[in-house]
């Protein structure tokens, strides 16, 4: 468990480094673009303390969902929609509202995991 966290918050982050070099470059992103996912996996943990959904060990990998499902919509975020609309900073907050509203479908949809 203690290992898990750092895990899960990092691999977001290294993940998404190549595509936040370019952006860097394009239009200077701040280092804090890379933790847009951590929103919703503090999301997360405050609904799975107050109960929300299923309780389970087993369900902690929707932490590891949440994470990998970050990658992708960082990627399509600076490589197609900051193109589109080039307020990064709002686009950024978007992805983040995204990864939230992932958090919780997650804990209402996930049924009980084995342990």
Do not use: H
């Not at 990658?71 to 907050?93: A, S």
């Not at 992805?95 to 009980?112: D, E, F, N, T, W």
């Amino acid at each position: 468990m203690t290992i898990l966290l750092p895990i899960v918050v990092l691999v977001p982050i290294l993940f998404c480094l190549p595509v936040w070099l370019t952006a860097r470059k394009r239009y200077n992103a701040t280092p804090w673009a890379l933790n847009y996912a951590v929103p919703g996996m503090v999301l997360w943990v405050i609904l799975a303390i107050l109960g929300v959904g299923s309780q389970s060990k087993g369900n902690i990998i929707e932490l590891l969902y949440l994470s990998f499902g970050a990658v992708p919509i960082y990627y399509l975020k600076v490589l197609f929609v900051d193109k589109v609309r080039p307020d990064t900073k709002m686009n950024t907050i978007i992805a983040s509202i995204i990864i939230c509203i992932a958090a919780i479908i997650l804990r209402l949809v996930m049924p009980v995991l084995p342990e």
